[in-house]
């Protein structure tokens, strides 16, 4: 690790501005960031902390019924604070890698960061959310552009994220058991106007939306909505844990899973299994809260 300064604003304003020295770095929970450091793949001047922000802490509900995080606000605070408000995005929250990674990460590193198989891309782009940032607001769509790739300009901070509450949603991930990101995760969100559906884990372009299956669960809400539905391999991921068709094969699988677990929260459907995806646990939020788990051989 090469030697920086660090700074700790108390302000967003500070913090801009400790970003406009050359070569500084904003640093949130460091999940990335720090591991990158140890490596000497980085070589900031100084680190900038945004852990001691209060107003970009904390969640509530705005006035238009939007549902507000603060872009420093850890994972493990959205799982315990969103409960209520939006069951599907604390669940996912709270599947994040492990306990320590959900008490130091926060959204706004997340997104920042834009991994192309963390959960959180999926469930702004699942919910339409939009990225409110020391400069601007931004459309989820506009916001992720590729691979580790987003729309944020140099010093540029995610001060808060906005999601609007759906009628139904669920997040269904098949975790690589290690890392626990996602190998396909898949975050389903219905609303009035119709059905949203975002992958991530899979493609090569990041975090993606599933249009044919947004068109067929527009039409019908349930996981027999996908079985006749298939997406081509050709940009999906592959590595040593999958390939790509195996990959192709895990985002139909995890849609309907994601589906029925929507489904099964707003008690309209029994218990069924869809699919065999293969090796590893998939899981997803049910009605009453309770956790449903598969293993798959």
């Known amino acids: 690790m090469y030697n ?9 304003t500070d913090a801009v501005t400790a970003l406009a020295v050359e070569e500084a770095q904003a640093l ?35 006035d238009d019924g939007v549902l507000c995080i603060g872009g420093a606000t850890t994972h493990a605070t959205v799982a315990a604070d969103v409960t209520a408000t939006y069951p599907a995005l604390a669940d996912m929250a709270n599947h994040i890698g492990d306990p320590a990674v959900r008490n130091r990460g926060t959204i706004g590193g997340s997104l920042a960061n834009n991994d192309p198989a963390a ?22 769509a506009a916001f992720f552009q590729g691979l580790f790739t987003t729309a944020l300009e140099e010093g540029e901070l995610i001060t808060q994220v906005r999601f609007p509450i759906p ?17 396909v995760g898949v975050f389903v969100a219905r609303f009035a106007t119709g059905v949203r559906v975002a992958i991530t884990g899979a493609s090569e372009t990041g975090v993606f939306r599933w249009e044919q ?10 996981p027999a909505a996908i079985e006749p539905l298939s997406i081509a391999a050709d940009n999906m991921l592959s590595d040593m844990h999958s390939s ?27 218990a069924q299994h869809w699919g065999s995806a293969g090796g590893g ?11 449903r788990a598969w293993s798959v051989p």
Do not use: N
């Not at 920086?4 to 967003?12: A, Q």
């Open 4 to 12: 920086f300064e660090f700074e700790k604003p108390k302000t967003i």
């Open 28 to 62: 949130g929970g460091g999940q990335t960031l720090i591991p990158t450091l140890k490596q000497r793949l980085a070589k900031p001047s100084t680190l900038v902390s945004l852990t001691g922000i209060a107003e970009m802490q904390g969640v509530y509900m705005a």
């Open 244 to 270: 790509a068709a195996y990959r192709a094969h895990l985002v139909k699988v995890m849609t309907a899973r994601a589906v029925e677990a929507a489904c099964w929260a707003a008690g309209h459907l029994g």
């Open 281 to 291: 646990l998939c899981f997803a939020r049910m009605r009453g809260g309770a956790k």
């Open 213 to 222: 299956a947004e068109t067929a669960l527009t039409e019908a809400f349930s």
């Open 167 to 183: 009628e139904r949603a669920a997040y269904a991930k098949f975790a690589q058991p290690a890392s626990r990101f996602a190998m």
């Open 119 to 140: 959960c959180y891309p999926a469930a702004v782009l699942g919910s339409d959310a939009q990225i409110i940032t020391t400069a601007r607001t931004l459309s989820a």
